[in-house]
């Protein structure tokens, strides 16, 4: 009886413990993606992206501490530049082959004048709820800083987004990064307005 009694103990002890260290590596993994993005000097982003059934292919290069250029593609070639250094900002649009000063860069279903690791930094550090699956962890955010809800999945391995979704009304952003380096050394004039 005594070793039965023993055995249901250490079953017990070993979920008990194996439950607090799962939480806290959901915890941790948000914790080690904040640390990440918020270390960044640079990062080159690659990424699909659906906004209101359109598909674009996105590129961001950011550089600390305020240089940004995002550079959306439709199948069809160039959709549109958007560039953002120490608060000025510029888009070319390949309609109208024009470069036009922004005052705002981000109206719009997207704040394109944002770098988009930060945005989802600052997404994932409001009200989240963590699911755990085998390879990510899903944040579920509902928002305050203007989205309705957001979905963030975390992987793993990196430690880093892999996707998010977004929801604000009846517009809605789908995030899939392909492609994520981390600290590259970049161009200044990759930056300069207008080019």
Do not use: H
């Not at 600390?64 to 900002?89: F, H, N």
């Not at 005052?103 to 770098?115: A, L, S, V, Y």
């Not at 997404?123 to 957001?150: P, Y």
């Amino acid at each position: 009886m005594r070793c039965w009694l023993c055995g249901v103990l250490v079953v017990v002890l070993v979920i008990s413990v194996a439950g607090c260290t799962f939480r806290q590596t959901r915890t941790s993994l948000l914790e080690l993606m904040l640390e990440k993005i918020y270390e960044v000097e640079s990062y080159q982003l690659e990424a699909d992206m659906e906004i209101g059934g359109q598909i674009y292919q996105v590129r961001q290069w950011f550089l600390a501490p305020d240089k940004l250029r995002t550079v959306m593609y439709q199948s069809t070639g160039l959709e549109q530049i958007v560039v953002s250094v120490a608060g000025s900002s510029a888009a070319y649009y390949s309609a109208t082959k024009e470069w036009v000063s922004l005052r705002e860069p981000n109206t719009g279903p997207f704040p394109w004048g944002m770098p988009l690791l930060l945005l989802l930094a600052e997404l994932a550090k409001e009200n989240t709820t963590i699911t755990d699956t085998f390879s990510s962890v899903k944040l579920a955010v509902k928002a305050q800083s203007g989205w309705d809800n957001c979905e963030v999945v975390i992987s793993k391995r990196t430690g880093l987004p892999e996707s998010c979704t977004l929801v604000k009304g009846t517009d809605s952003v789908k995030l899939r990064v392909n492609s994520l380096v981390l600290n590259p050394r970049l161009a200044e004039d990759l930056f300069r307005l207008g080019r």
